[in-house]
């Protein structure tokens, strides 16, 4: 039986990241989705800075629109502009990056196989062994980047104790010309979340996502609000999705399996931003294994380090996330500030960069005391 360097489960974000980091050192990677691509994927495919840069690839052909701009509502008449000199979010459409994604994975030299099913994964000292479709499969090391409802994760039980959800639906609002729009976060329609509307070119894409406990999300709640910022519109493809949460709560126990993107846990309950830490953590996984297998570091450990200050930052997220939408009206006032609002759209941007903030309060600590 043949044994592959790397089983990656999921060919997401995540799993294309995994996948052609390996691909491109040479090693024998097979990436199995439950899809055939292109597919549908609920996303409304907002990439910051941080995430184009963190891609090995230009994403270049599949950017609809560059954005600049965020309009903040807090209700009807009280809304702050934040902008930057250069774009700092690129809008896309999932179904057309993720099948990109997936069509540089494959040239940079993985395999690609459409699964219907995963019944067992055994983990042993040295590999993993899988059954898929009635066939035994074997690698060195499997990462589980299916998504939140992650069967990886499900099947070795590594989801208790600290991995939670929360829920987003969107639609799509065809507008001949949506390039002038504004992208708009509202945190009035929504308890613990917001509304959004992103602009890309030929349609506005409107949702709704909250990381409250109790808080229902359903098509006539979005239908309603649809209504309400653009009329008597012909909404299309309404669709929702949980997101996963948790990546800095868990205490990583397993040696060969790793859990990457939204099965792990990596999205920020503050934004709901999930594609950037995607493909940090798919590449941190991608990286542990290469060491392991190059140097003979244990790929786990080497996870652990490899993904600290992304899951770090993930923690800050999900403090800030519990401060935020709890005093909303401070939060929101706060943010209309000038020096906040910068600080929030650069690190929103670029990722917090807590080490240097570490490092300035650490400079004027001394003055102050
Ligand atoms: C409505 C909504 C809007 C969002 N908007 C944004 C945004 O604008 N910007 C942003 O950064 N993040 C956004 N997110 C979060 C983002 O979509 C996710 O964090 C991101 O897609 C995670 O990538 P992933 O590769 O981990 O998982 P996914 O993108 O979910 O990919 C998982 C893959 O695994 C496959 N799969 C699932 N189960 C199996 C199985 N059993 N066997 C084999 N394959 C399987 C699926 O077919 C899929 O291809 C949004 C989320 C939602 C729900």
């Not at 594609?275 to 140097?295: K, M, W």
Request: hydrophobic share 45%; net charge positive.
């Amino acid at each position: 039986m043949k044994t592959w360097d790397a089983i990656i489960v999921g060919a997401g974000p995540a799993g294309c990241a995994a996948a052609y980091d390996l691909a491109v050192h040479g090693r024998e990677v097979l990436l199995l989705d439950k899809s055939d691509f292109p597919r549908q994927k609920a996303c409304a495919g907002g990439l910051t800075v941080k995430t184009v840069k963190a891609l090995r690839y230009s994403i270049e052909p599949v950017v609809r629109q560059r954005i600049a701009q965020i309009r903040v509502e807090r209700d009807a008449g009280r809304a702050a502009i934040l902008c930057r000199r250069s774009a700092f979010c690129f809008m896309t459409v999932r179904q057309e990056f993720d099948y990109f994604c997936v069509r540089q994975t494959i040239a940079a030299g993985a395999q690609f196989r459409r699964i219907s099913a995963i019944t067992t994964i055994t983990q042993e000292a040295s590999g993993v062994t899988l059954w898929v479709d009635g066939e035994l499969l074997r690698t060195r090391f499997l990462v589980g980047t299916d998504g939140v409802h992650s069967r990886v994760r499900q099947l070795t039980g590594m989801g208790s104790g600290w991995f939670w959800r929360a829920f987003a639906l969107e639609a799509t609002v065809p507008l001949p010309d949506a390039s002038s729009q504004d992208l708009v976060f509202d945190f009035a329609p929504v308890r613990g979340g917001y509304g959004w509307v992103f602009p890309k070119g030929n349609h506005l894409n409107i949702g709704l996502y909250s990381c409250a406990a109790g808080e229902r999300i359903d098509r006539a709640r979005l239908s309603a609000y649809i209504r309400s910022r653009s009329g008597d519109v012909d909404a299309e493809d309404m669709i929702g999705q949980y997101a996963g949460f948790g990546a800095a709560q868990h205490n990583y126990l397993s040696g060969r399996i790793f859990l990457a993107g939204d099965a792990g846990g990596f999205v920020d309950p503050l934004t709901g931003e999930g594609i950037y830490f995607a493909i940090v953590s798919g590449q941190a996984a991608a990286a542990a294994i290469e060491r392991d297998l190059e140097d003979g570091i244990p790929a786990h450990a080497e996870f652990v380090r490899n993904t600290a200050a992304v899951r770090a930052d993930l923690g800050i997220s999900t403090s800030a996330a519990r401060w935020f939408y709890r005093n909303l009206d401070l939060g929101y006032r706060l943010l209309s500030m000038t020096v906040v609002h910068r600080f929030a759209l650069n690190a929103f941007a670029n990722g917090p960069d807590l080490a240097s903030l570490a490092a300035r309060v650490k400079q004027l600590l001394p003055r102050a005391v």
